[in-house]
C-alpha cells in the first residue's frame, strides 16, 4: 500500500485529474480500472473519479511497489543556466521581461533550457522558490510571446494562482498592449488594432 498526503499544489481537484499528474506513466485504462477495483481511497473511504482532492487528505494506492515505481512521475528536471531579467516577484507569481530571440515554451527537445519556461524553473528550483519534488504541480507561464517578440511573461509558482491568473485572463481583467517599432517611412494609413 501507498499512502501520499495532498498538498496545496494537489488540492481542489478531482482526483482522477490528480492521479494522471500523480502516476503519469500509468496507461488512463489503467488509472481507470484502480478506481473502478477500489484500489484507491481518500482518507479510508472508497475514492470515485469525481471526488475532489482538499490539502491533508490521505490517498492510499492498493497497488503492487512495482507498479507505483513504473507509473509515478519521475522528476526529469534538469537545471539550466538562466539570465532573467526579473520584474516582479512574490510567493505566488514572477513577471519576466522576455528579450527578443528567445522562446517561451521548448518547441522540441533540443530547445530544453534555451526558453524562458526552463530558465524560469531552474531560477525558482536553484532558489528553493518552489519544492522541486513536487509531482503534480510544475511552474508554468500565463501568457506567451513569438521568439521575436519581447515583452512581459507572467510565472504562476503554485497551482492555486495559477489558476486565479488564467481565470483572469479567460474573463478580460488582465490587458495586454503591444508597441510596435517601424523604421523607414510609412506610406499608407495604419489601421489601428487592439487586441
Same mark, same amino acid.
Given at each position: 500500500?501507498?499512502?501520499v498526503?495532498?498538498? &496545496?499544489n +494537489?488540492s !481542489?481537484? #478531482?482526483?482522477d485529474r490528480?492521479? #494522471?499528474?500523480?502516476l503519469?506513466?500509468a496507461? =488512463?485504462s489503467?488509472?481507470q ?9 481518500i482518507?479510508?473511504k #472508497? ?5 475532489l482532492v482538499k490539502k491533508d487528505d490521505?490517498v492510499k494506492?492498493y497497488i503492487? +511497489? &512495482?507498479d507505483y515505481h513504473?507509473w509515478?512521475r519521475k522528476? +526529469?528536471?534538469k537545471a539550466? !543556466?538562466?539570465n532573467?531579467d526579473i520584474?516582479?516577484?512574490d510567493?505566488n %507569481?514572477?513577471i519576466?521581461?522576455?528579450k527578443?530571440?528567445? =522562446? ?6 533540443? +530547445?530544453?533550457?534555451?526558453n524562458?519556461?526552463?530558465?524560469m $524553473? ?5 532558489t528553493?522558490?518552489?519544492n522541486s519534488?513536487d509531482l503534480t504541480?510544475?511552474?508554468s507561464i500565463v501568457?506567451?510571446?513569438d521568439r521575436? $517578440? ?12 495559477l #489558476?486565479?491568473? !488564467? &481565470?483572469?485572463?479567460r474573463?478580460?481583467?488582465i490587458?495586454k498592449?503591444y508597441? $510596435?517599432?517601424?523604421e523607414?517611412?510609412?506610406?499608407k494609413t495604419?489601421?489601428?488594432?487592439? %487586441?
Open positions: 500500500m501507498i499512502e498526503k495532498i498538498n &496545496e +494537489d !481542489n481537484q #478531482r482526483f490528480f492521479l #494522471r499528474k500523480y503519469k506513466n496507461p =488512463l489503467i488509472i480500472k484502480n478506481i473502478r477495483k477500489k484500489n484507491f481511497k482518507n479510508d #472508497r475514492a470515485k473519479k469525481d471526488d490521505i494506492m503492487k +511497489d &512495482e513504473k509515478v522528476d +526529469d528536471f539550466s !543556466n538562466f532573467l520584474i516582479y516577484e510567493e %507569481i514572477i519576466i521581461d522576455k527578443s530571440g528567445v =522562446l517561451s515554451h521548448a518547441a522540441s527537445s533540443s +530547445d530544453y533550457g534555451k524562458l519556461v526552463d530558465q $524553473t531552474s531560477y525558482l528550483y536553484k528553493n522558490k518552489v519534488r504541480f510544475r511552474p501568457n506567451r510571446l521575436n $517578440t519581447a515583452g512581459l511573461i507572467i510565472g504562476a509558482k503554485n497551482a492555486k494562482s #489558476r486565479a491568473l !488564467n &481565470e483572469a485572463i474573463q478580460g481583467k490587458y498592449y508597441l $510596435t517599432l517601424v523607414g517611412e510609412i506610406k495604419l489601421l489601428l488594432i487592439q %487586441i
